[in-house]
């Protein structure tokens, strides 16, 4: 990763995986081309505080250039309507790459491990995924690049103790409210020690095959949009008709590849890469695409649509919805984390509460789950579970649109939206008029009508929230 007259700026939080690679970063690059950053969330009060001064002080014995930031977090995530951990790597890296750009280093390096990158690859597979989230993380991408990735934590640990070295321990790493301490501190040790070895060697092993893949049908989906996919005044336009042909795995591959191309008004691409890009958006371009019937629009997220004309498929940005797009709308956070959701849905039609020990052990024993007109009770897990599963975009109440699914209160498996309410005999006037809630195309409440399975309360439901709609004024 390191080339001679390269300088690296190491991300270091004071944990032992940041805290290692600084010590062999400072072990092994040229005298004068490591520096170190250090970004205070402010999440933790003095012990946010403490770990700055601890990294600031490591960095004095070691003689490296020490820069850091300090953050309202909380503050950012309430004004943005974002969730704290999405909002606080946003923050993190802005810094992080600002920093690197003004003291002219050439990398960033972040001290991902090798049990990081197994956990990642199977919250990618719990919330559905391609080749991409099998692939796991890159060794590096763009100026980020990640030393550790190939070495275990207990490895980390070992070597820290050998060297005599002290570290910081974050509290909130015990927090199994938060999906990943879920999973690396519950799921895969319960599924290791139940089927008798380590999953995560399972999960690292095929991101070799992953990566091959995925590359295959970049390179295969560059080919197509160099010679099919053209420049206008409006956005970009794509032969419709080939792009039908395609297999449908190239195809994904290739709208999904025009969706990251797109920019808005300031010749910004809405979305920083494909990360974000949601496998529903692909799918209603490829619902329009089949339909052919030419004005018909498909929604993207964060402004970006893509419309049938005569001339092709017109992939675009709607300069209005661009504005008024927030993180809560359309992936990239993860509401509910710390107040299941009711920063995020501050504007967006509803109101989230959690109940208190009395009213939810009350809400258990009377059955309070119900589909309400104004209100529905939820097992909040469970609502932030799925939040995760649809890409951590956070519920919006909106219209029914194509490709609604929901897992019916009572029964099982999934039924499209339209169809239920057909089944249900709900009159046409009403079916038109209605709005629902829903995470992506995974419908939880049609209020008055039906709540879904999957955030049913039951006797070992911990927590419970209740979704209020707002009256409009």
Known sequence: MYQEGDRVLAAVSGGADSVCMLLMLKKYLPEGTLGAAHFNHGLRGAESDRDESFVKDLCAKLEVPFFSEKADISAYAAAEKAGIEECARKYRYEFLKRTAEEKRYNYISVAHNKGDNAETIFMHILRGCSVDGLAGMPYRAGNIIRPLLDVDRSEITEYLRSEGQDFITDSSNADNTYLRNRVRNVIIPFISDNIGYDIRDVLLRQTGIAADERDYLDRAADAFISEYVKECPEGLIADNKKLELLHPGAGRRVIRNIISMV??????????????????????????????????????????????THSGALFYCDSQAEKQHCPQTDGGCIAGEEKAGSDASEKAGFDVEELT?????????????????????????????????????APVFRHPEAGDVISPFGMHGKKKVRKLLIDLKIPYEKRNGLKLLAAGSEVLWIPGICSSELLRIEENTAKIIRVVIREEN
Do not use: Q, W
């Open 263 to 308: 920019k808005d008004g300031s010749s910004r691409s809405p979305y920083e890469g494909r990360k974000d890009i949601r496998s529903d958006a692909i799918e209603r371009v490829y619902d329009v695409l089949k339909a052919g019937k030419l004005g018909k629009t498909a929604e993207c997220g964060r402004g970006v649509k893509m419309r049938l």
């Open 357 to 393: 020990a009395g009213e939810t052990e009350k809400t258990k024993a009377e059955n309070g789950f119900t589909a309400g007109e104004s209100f529905v009770y939820f097992d909040k897990n469970k609502y932030i579970d799925i939040i995760h599963k649809c890409g951590n975009g």
